[in-house]
């Protein structure tokens, strides 16, 4: 921890051009499953005044659950952040190995907030309300906002809204494919089905999160979102894709007519309408949601096969493996059963 | 089902060996909360484990001796046939899932083929025991 502290002490001196710079307090914290994340200080002098900085340190891992493109999440931090989101404030990117041994970026550090966990019964208590207006209405922002006005028009992703549903079934697919280490028979009729039934055309194409849900943004005390985390799989693609994946049951906690431990479905679907001008058609949303379940089952059989195969023995990879895999593969069970009747 | 328990103990004796304080105390706290979540539910699959599979395997395989008879694709239906009288040969993980893998496999070709035909009673047959699978299989937290 000590050499990782020096390097970026060193590595932020040249960067902020403070070369009486120190890095205090580095410590990794939980978060993040693909990428290691620090939290530190950086104590410096600017214009004749002491800064005392809390940042955050994003590293590439040895291996990482789901490869991303790096500087993905960082312009989409940077383009949302100028949009007056609540998203934490990006500092620096680097792509190489030369400064952390592995590319890296860093953000402000929003302080003195707390993530709701998705396995507490009530993630953010008394604020519910609250946290679930302004967590739908801050997506329907995202889904509002013009990709090429942002500087985000070149992401990876469906350029095209006949497009979008296709492209993320052939993307995971892939995924499954490449980690499956034991037959699927649910998630492979998961996709056939998916396929089958492509949903109408995106009514536009957004930058879409990818991993919008509870657990990945900081509340304050007053329950004030404070910060959108977590835009490694941001991509561009049919909006609905990320309220599908917000309302997904596995972040429901104990009580499933609230996804995420927030509000009512009617009432979130209701706001992110609001917030976006745009409509969750039910027969589109619906697709969109078995899709969300497809997209988490390959997740977790990519998190199963790093931790099977000993390059990422994270114990949160043999709990996704599990309990994750399990929990989608029976909503995805329930919901294409139901649509035969059975 | 992936990792199977004897992976779990292994890497997660791994991670304490490896040490998990080096990070800090913050970090260190999640891991060793994770590792006692994962190794609570690797005791209870330890339990279940074999009774999921045997199960599995059972009901799969009366469900290939129902449904065979209806298949048109008459490789398909002789494999169904072969494969439904067959029995576990002992009630070790690697033997059951090595079964389990070959009955699942199989029971994708006969839903695919339900499918290919709009055979719709087959489907709502088959989807009938993948959903008591998948509840089967379900990781139940907590006590």
Redesign the interface.
Known sequence: ?NELQDKLASYLRTKLAAPDLIVVD?????GGASRETYRFRARYTNRGKSVDRGLILRRDPPASLIETERSTEYRAYGAFHKLGLPVPEPIALELGNAALERPFFIMAEVENCTTGGI?SPEPYGEHRQSVGRQFYTVLGRIASADPDEIGLGDFDGAKNVRDAARHEVARWEKVIDEDE??????V??AL?WLK?NPPPAAQKISVVHGDYRTGNFLVDDNGEIRAILDWEMSHLGDPLEDLAWAIDPLWAGADPARPGGMLPRAEAIRIWEEASSLKADPAALHWWEIFASLKGAAIWISA??E??E?RN????N??S???CL??H??V???R??A???? | ???EVG??LG??V??LALGIT??????AQ??VG??A??LG?AAK?YERGADIRYSENREIRELFAELAPAVGDAQLRAELVHTAAKKDPSLRISDL?SAN?EL??L??RL??DA?EHGA?PA???I??V??A???R???Q?GP
């Open positions: 921890m580095l410590a990794r914290i939980p396995m280490r034991e037959p699927q028979p649910i492979r009729a056939r089958r199963a096969r931790y099977d000993g023995i994270d114990p949160i043999a709990f493996g599990w309990y399990s929990f593969n029976r995805l069970a329930e294409l059963a649509e035969f009747g059975a | 089902m992936k990792p992976t779990i890497l997660s791994q991670k080096q990070e800090g105390a913050a970090f999640g891991t994770l590792l979540t994962v539910l699959e899932n893998y699942r496999d029971l994708t839903l695919i499918e719709l489907q709502k047959r989807w009938a993948l959903k699978l998948a509840e299989r379900l990781v937290l």
